[in-house]
């Protein structure tokens, strides 16, 4: 993952915004546990964040361009400066704009309502390279053969109804691998998110039991599956 600071805040909205880069060296890798930055990639140990903060850049925006976005930012000041940082996101949020309150990602250390999503969305998209690393390693033996091959979409609350993380977990429990062709996320509860899946397995009877399972689980999250395709890789 990576963070880009355009603002050069020292210690503002970035809370790590301590060190700045350079045009030349434009890049530090920061270990958000041990709360130190690293000169090189090479250096970094894992889930560290890239991190890009070229303390000049905002100095770059032309006149006009600042006075527009001042005039736009203006009008939201006064609401934002008096919501009360102490208390709950609800009570910060009451008085404040529906623009700037979907926009709040984290309060009071938690991701807000519009955006738990993001550690369900982590979590598939780390078995999802799991699974890319277990083929790359394994033993090649040529071209698959007989493969039975199912392309589904599903629509609705996928997240916060858990429906999509419990469609993966019928895909590994039925020795399925499964691929995600596309996303379209909502992350607003007002708003639905789609995802295209291919669904891939040897044994047709597996691949058909995964099938019916999930689609128990979408019409039990009340969710959309739509544009079931099957096919056969002979």
Known sequence: MGVCDISADYEGCVE??????SIEEPFLVYDGQEKTFYEKIADAKENCVLFHCVDHLPAEMPVEASHHFGE????FVKSVVESPINKSFEEQTKDLPP???NAVICSNG?????????????????KEAQQKR?????????????LSIVTLSL??????????????DICEEHSVQFRVIGWDIG?????????????VAREKLKLSDALDKI?????KCNVELENVEESTMA
């Open 16 to 21: 790590f915004t301590k060190r700045f880069t």
């Open 72 to 75: 736009k930012l203006f009008p």
């Open 99 to 101: 623009e700037i309150a």
């Open 110 to 126: 938690k991701l807000t309502p519009n955006f738990r999503y993001i550690p369900d969305l982590r979590k598939i998209n780390e």
């Open 134 to 146: 277990y083929e790359e390693e394994a033993p090649k033996k040529g071209i698959p053969r007989n």
């Open 155 to 168: 629509k609705g609350h996928l997240f916060d109804t858990k429906c999509f993380n419990s469609c993966i």
């Open 187 to 199: 992350n607003q509860s007002t708003q639905f998110s789609s995802v295209s899946l291919q669904m």
């Open 215 to 219: 689609e128990e689980v979408a019409e």
